[in-house]
T-cell receptor, first 113, second 111 residues
Framework: DAMVIQNPRYQVTQFGKPVTLSCSQTLNHNVMYWYQQKSSQAPKLLFHYYDKDFNNEADTPDNFQSRRPNTSFCFLDIRSPGLGDAAMYLCATSSVGGDYGYTFGSGTRLTVV | TQLLEQSPQFLSIQEGENLTVYCNSSSVFSSLQWYRQEPGEGPVLLVTVVTGGEVKKLKRLTFQFGDARKDSSLHITAAQPGDTGLYLC???????????FGSGTQLTVLP
């Protein structure tokens, strides 16, 4: 089945140690998004790629970066994770032009120790 | 980007009871989506409403879009423990149609 896959499901990293989360899709959607969701809160958009164009939200910390080497893959890099970066990170895809909803991955739960 | 306010924030009910969740904005929505998110999973789209006054049903779930397209509600009839989850309203905006979520309603249905 076409889907959005996030790896790993759970990631533990040390304070200040760079970490990369990955997302892949088989939907051939042109837009990929990264959201951060903290406990009991709604997902918050960090940035998105519209094809190869990177779009950062104004309040996304510089500590967060993203790469999209091709249509299928998108990565979230956290350069120096702090305790406050512990959260669920959700990847989503969409095909702009249709009005159907996003397809979300199952998320990566990041713990910073 | 519009601010979407949901109420209540938390709701705990017994199996078989009915409930309504609300999503409000001070501005007009072009369309609105409702998602359900279970623990440890990503949100799953339930419905998209587009037309003012529109009512959509999905089994025991009834979604309504306000006439002025500034508010929406989700009504669940005879709630079941499987309905437990975080319910999110959301609006798509921007050139990439990015989602902005409401504050969410955490629903717990007790057996």
């Amino acid at each position: 089945d076409a889907m959005v896959i996030q790896n790993p499901r759970y990631q533990v990293t040390q304070f200040g140690k760079p970490v990369t989360l990955s997302c892949s899709q088989t939907l051939n959607h042109n837009v990929m998004y990264w959201y951060q969701q903290k406990s009991s809160q709604a997902p918050k958009l960090l940035f998105h790629y519209y094809d190869k164009d990177f779009n950062n939200e104004a309040d996304t910390p510089d500590n967060f970066q993203s790469r999209r080497p091709n249509t299928s893959f998108c990565f979230l890099d956290i350069r120096s994770p702090g305790l406050g970066d512990a959260a669920m990170y959700l990847c989503a895809t969409s095909s702009v032009g249709g009005d159907y909803g996003y397809t979300f991955g199952s998320g990566t739960r990041l713990t910073v120790v | 980007t519009q601010l979407l306010e949901q109420s209540p924030q938390f709701l705990s009910i017994q199996e078989g009871e009915n409930l309504t969740v609300y999503c409000n904005s001070s501005s007009v929505f072009s369309s609105l989506q409702w998602y359900r998110q279970e623990p440890g999973e990503g949100p799953v789209l339930l419905v998209t409403v587009v037309t003012g006054g529109e009512v959509k049903k999905l089994k025991r779930l009834t979604f309504q879009f306000g006439d002025a397209r500034k508010d929406s509600s989700l009504h669940i009839t005879a709630a079941q423990p499987g309905d437990t989850g975080l319910y999110l309203c959301a609006q798509r905006s921007g050139s990439a149609r990015q989602l902005t979520f409401g504050s969410g309603t955490q629903l717990t249905v007790l057996p």
